[in-house]
């Protein structure tokens, strides 16, 4: 049965929208004088009374499931992405419209900093070559925060300037101060870290991966790969690298330039860091997950999934997985493989080891996008944008029973913090993250737009 929390969504739409006497009117019939005398406040204070609001809110809030909401964090608009700190301290968010980064503790759940990408950069010379920040990633130890930034790099040797655009921006998560800016020789997406975490690969647009070192933050090799690769997976396996060649899946229908969709994937000996080979697979891979000596590859475009084999690189099964998938994660401790499929409102089971469908795990009236599980495997989480909720579903059962979170408007991403026992979802429309409990699927917190 889906858990109604009408009360929170009503004080989140009354700071979201704010509107006064709405405020005052819907706070009274519903939740009584507390939440009478924050939206009193609202309407004679307006934005410079906001904290204020916050504070009063916190005692108007019920519980549900015997967590009480805690508090309201303000955070910039569109976030983009997110990731938790490894020491699990603080998660750290990726605001889109501001360019800026924040850090959220996660105990408390208060901002602790944030630092604007605009603060990094000459404007004069980078204003129209550095934008928003698109991708977070920690390095193996987790005392350094890489950032990749949206880029016009430059393709021709006509577009003459000083200095070429430095798209990757590493600072120190304790201090939020900026330690390096580089130029990773195009348009970066994602990097990874080899496991001793002594280099680091940045996928470029421009069709290459660019290999650094770690300690000097030197270039030393810049390998071509085909078009866009947009996903890496780092495999023991002979030391190899695989990168997804994503392509471009929606084109542009402004400058009429079509859906091109790429078809391969790249194997980089990280060793001598060549190419070693290019796999054809379905058409737009825009996931891969490792497990053992196979690795399965997600491929939107074509709605199927590519099995590698490691060992001898090649493809050795296509598993079809239904129409639209979004969101892939595979739980290691049960060797399933979990991929959601948009149009269908199902999520797709695959038995790892035989490489076969195991269930189906079917939606009703229900898109899922991004997936997230628990470090136990016990707990499965779904975002559904269009319906601004996750499921939660029990895999300890033999039929999973769903759990619906209400979160904020159109939910982009979703992390989940094992050491206490919560998950975040970011909510792109709203500019909000909640935070639920990921054992009762009670919400714990809603940061909300300042």
């Not at 977070?136 to 350094?144: E, M, Q, V, Y």
């Not at 089971?349 to 899922?368: A, G, H, R």
Request: charged share 20%.
């Amino acid at each position: 049965m889906k858990k109604s929390i009408s009360d929170y969504i009503v004080i989140k739409k009354l700071i979201h929208e704010w509107l006064p006497i709405r405020a005052l009117m819907m706070a009274f019939m519903t939740l009584g004088l507390t939440a009478c005398v924050a939206a009193v406040l609202l309407a004679v204070g307006g934005s410079s009374f906001s904290s204020s609001i916050a504070a009063v809110a916190v005692l108007a809030f019920p519980t549900i499931g015997g967590d009480r909401f805690t508090q309201l964090i303000p955070i910039g608009p569109t976030p983009q992405a997110m990731v938790i700190e490894p020491n699990g301290q603080n998660l750290f968010i990726a605001e889109n419209s501001s360019r800026s980064i924040a850090r959220i503790d996660t105990s408390s759940y208060e901002i602790s900093s944030r630092v604007s990408l605009d603060e990094w950069l000459d404007p004069l010379r980078f204003q129209d070559l550095v934008g928003s920040p698109i991708s977070l990633a920690f390095n193996p130890i987790g005392d350094r925060l890489y950032v990749t930034t949206r880029v016009n790099y430059p393709k021709s040797s006509a577009v003459i300037i000083d200095e070429k655009p430095k798209g990757l921006v590493i600072f120190n998560p304790n201090t939020m101060e900026v330690e390096s800016r580089i130029d990773t020789m195009g348009s970066p997406a994602i990097l990874t870290f080899t496991p001793d975490g002594r280099k680091f690969y940045v996928a470029n647009t421009e069709a290459n991966v660019a290999v650094f070192n770690t300690a000097s933050l030197e270039v030393s090799s810049v390998i071509s790969v085909d078009n866009t690769p947009l996903a890496m997976a780092y495999s023991s396996i002979g030391t190899r690298l695989l990168v997804a060649n994503t392509g471009n899946l929606r084109g542009d229908p402004t400058k009429e330039i079509p859906p091109n969709p790429g078809n391969t994937v790249s194997v980089i000996d990280t060793q001598r860091d060549i190419l070693i080979s290019s796999l054809t697979v379905g058409e737009g891979p825009s996931k891969i997950l490792i497990k053992g000596i196979k690795a399965y590859v997600l491929n939107e475009v074509s709605e199927s999934v590519s099995v590698i084999d490691l060992t001898h690189l090649n493809v050795i099964k296509e598993i079809p997985v239904g129409s639209s998938p979004k969101g892939a994660i595979l739980i290691e401790k049960t060797g399933k493989l979990y991929i959601s499929s948009f149009d269908d409102q199902k999520i797709t089971v695959i038995d790892t080891e035989w490489d076969e469908i195991n269930s189906l795990i079917l939606l009703e009236d229900k898109s899922p996008t991004a997936l997230a599980a628990t470090r136990d495997g016990e707990r499965l989480f779904a975002l559904v944008p269009h319906e601004n909720q996750v499921i939660a579903f029990d895999l300890t059962t033999d039929v999973p029973e769903p759990t619906y979170i209400e979160v904020g408007d159109e939910p982009v991403a979703i992390t989940i913090q094992d050491s206490n026992n919560q998950g975040f979802a970011l909510a792109e429309i709203s500019n909000d993250i909640t935070v639920f409990d990921t054992a009762k699927g009670s919400i714990k917190a809603i940061a909300a737009l300042e």
